[in-house]
């Protein structure tokens, strides 16, 4: 376990160090990201200056989903898509060849490679966020509703992993696919508002379906203690599914490789 | 002009041979999308101004077709071509680069609108009535304004593809250029919910590349308002148009052919 962390911290910082060469784009990619983070939260902000409650939900209380969006989206576009587009690059050209010959686990290789650093203002923009709106709770959320909602958060993340493996996966037969990681990004652009916002089948379909929409309000709602157990064991338990799942595609996948270079 | 009918054709051609591609970019749209279901919801307790639920219905429905239709990509194009040297080909062919481009951007107009029919029709059985205006006036302004909207979005993305002669890679200018568009133009809300954005945004250039044929053809544009609106697109075109031509003479003596 504690090779395995060594590993990816390894290739994070390696990852990091190449991309500080050029401090210009550095530069503007962080103070992008400050503006994309306005961006995203301008609407809501807009819809709780019109009215005191959407949906059922407060504005302290949307901010909490809207944080636990910027930090997944700060996970998924900083670590998860970047490792996936290398990934997909390295099966068209072969080069996969050579990670597969090191002597460490190749799934996590290249889940570690890429790290996009400009995201860590995301997350901390996030970070800083669900620390403001639980501030602003009343009542106050004990710190065990806390907990269960980082817990909650935590089984988004690996959700979208496992999912990203999964789509990988099929990069070893389907070899173009990067188009499809653009539908994924914008659907999960739905996740930005409290599922209650969706109604009819595009609730069914975000809540059960594609659980995008569960991904950032059921952190809320636990934190609020308005999460029943049914659905927190049901995130968990897909949750660990698809992880378990993942791992056993990943070998099938990589067992049928065959290099494109040779 | 005969050489322009070509490249459209070879434009249309292009695209036939991408389509999968080209319907999962108009899949991405979804934001208009998501933005109508946090609209909708407050429209639904009770209307917002002069929107009520379809209205909001209406108008995201139009600003996705608009978002549609009046898009480009000529600055990923055009980092492309000056990035790998490709740039040198069209260079030598007797016609303007612009205008190839310009051809291969408008081939595929017909097929995004093509696309998006069944979902306007699908929109049109969901809701019983979509408020739209449809006087005659109203109907050929939109398609005028649309046209418009089009070439200032393909002006723009140019002025920007050209940054990249300086600067090697200019696609976060276009990144930071789309975000304060959609902020600006009505992409994420109808500018008039938020009064002291609509005070600046009615004489910028976002809004006329924006909302304004979704303002005009939900009939919420009338007298001197809807004068204006025209009238500054039309300004807007110009001033970028002066703009690209300027910029292009001198950004085209700076490019080095890497690679060529």
């Not at chain 1, 070998?251 to 490789?257: P, T, W």
């Not at chain 2, 109808?190 to 954005?197: C, G, I, N, Q, S």
């Not at chain 2, 590349?209 to 300004?235: D, F, K, N």
């Amino acid at each position: 376990m504690a090779r395995h962390l060594a590993i990816a911290l390894f290739l994070a910082r390696a990852s990091i160090q190449t991309q500080a060469q050029y401090r210009v784009d550095f530069l503007v990619q962080m103070v992008l990201a400050l503006f994309w983070v306005v961006w995203n939260v301008a609407p809501l902000w807009l819809v709780f200056e019109i009215r005191p409650e959407v949906a059922g939900w407060t504005r302290p209380q949307a901010m909490l989903v809207m944080s636990a969006f910027l930090i997944l989206k700060a996970v998924l576009e900083g670590l998860i898509t970047p490792n996936l587009v290398a990934l997909v690059d390295r099966i068209r050209t072969g080069t996969l060849d050579f990670l597969l010959l090191k002597p460490a686990d190749a799934q996590l290789m290249v889940s570690f490679t890429k790290v996009v650093p400009a995201k860590t203002m995301d997350l901390l923009a996030g970070l800083a966020m669900a620390a403001a709106s639980i501030a602003q709770l009343d009542p106050a959320p004990t710190p065990t509703a806390v907990l269960a909602g980082a817990a909650m958060l935590g089984a988004g993340a690996l959700v979208l992993y496992a999912v990203w493996i999964l789509v990988a996966c099929v990069a070893f037969w389907v070899v173009k696919i990067d188009n499809l990681s653009f539908l994924f990004t914008s659907l999960f652009d739905a996740a930005r508002w409290p599922v209650s916002v969706f109604r009819g089948w595009v609730r069914v379909v975000l809540t059960w379906v594609l659980p995008i929409a569960a991904m950032t309000s059921y952190p809320a709602l636990a934190v609020l203690e308005r999460l029943d157990l049914v659905h927190a064991v049901w995130a968990w338990g897909l949750t660990l599914g698809l992880l378990v799942g993942s791992r056993l595609a990943w070998r099938q996948a990589v067992l049928h490789y065959s290099s494109a270079s040779s | 002009m005969r050489a322009f009918g070509t490249m459209l054709r070879i434009g249309f051609a292009e695209l036939a041979a991408y389509r999968g591609e080209v319907v999962i970019w108009i899949l991405t749209t979804t934001m208009p999308l998501i933005m109508f279901a946090l609209w909708s919801t407050l429209a639904r307790e009770a209307p917002v101004g002069r929107y009520d639920e379809a209205a909001f219905g209406a108008y995201f429905l139009s600003t996705l077709v608009v978002r549609q239709l009046a898009s480009a990509w000529v600055v990923w194009e055009l980092n492309y071509t000056i990035r790998t040297g490709a740039l040198s080909g069209l260079l030598l062919r007797p016609v303007h680069p612009l205008w190839y481009f310009a051809a291969q951007n408008l081939g595929v107009v017909p097929f995004r609108a093509l696309i998006l029919a069944p979902l306007v029709a699908v929109a049109f059985l969901v809701f019983d009535h979509l408020p739209v205006a449809p006087t005659p006036l109203n109907l050929a302004l939109y398609v005028w304004t649309i046209a418009w909207a089009w070439l200032l979005t393909f002006l723009v993305q140019a002025m920007f593809g050209m940054l990249a002669l300086y600067t090697q890679q200019s696609l976060s200018f276009q990144e930071a250029w789309f975000g304060l568009w959609a902020l600006l133009s009505g992409y994420l809300l109808p500018l008039e919910l938020a009064p002291a954005l609509e005070k600046v945004a009615v004489w910028l250039p976002f809004r006329a590349m924006g909302s304004l044929p979704t303002e005009i053809i939900i009939g919420h544009l009338e007298g001197p308002a809807l004068v204006q609106g025209v009238l500054t697109q039309l300004a807007w075109a110009a001033v970028v148009l002066a703009l690209v031509a300027f910029t292009w003479r001198r950004a085209v003596g700076r490019y080095e052919a890497f690679g060529g």
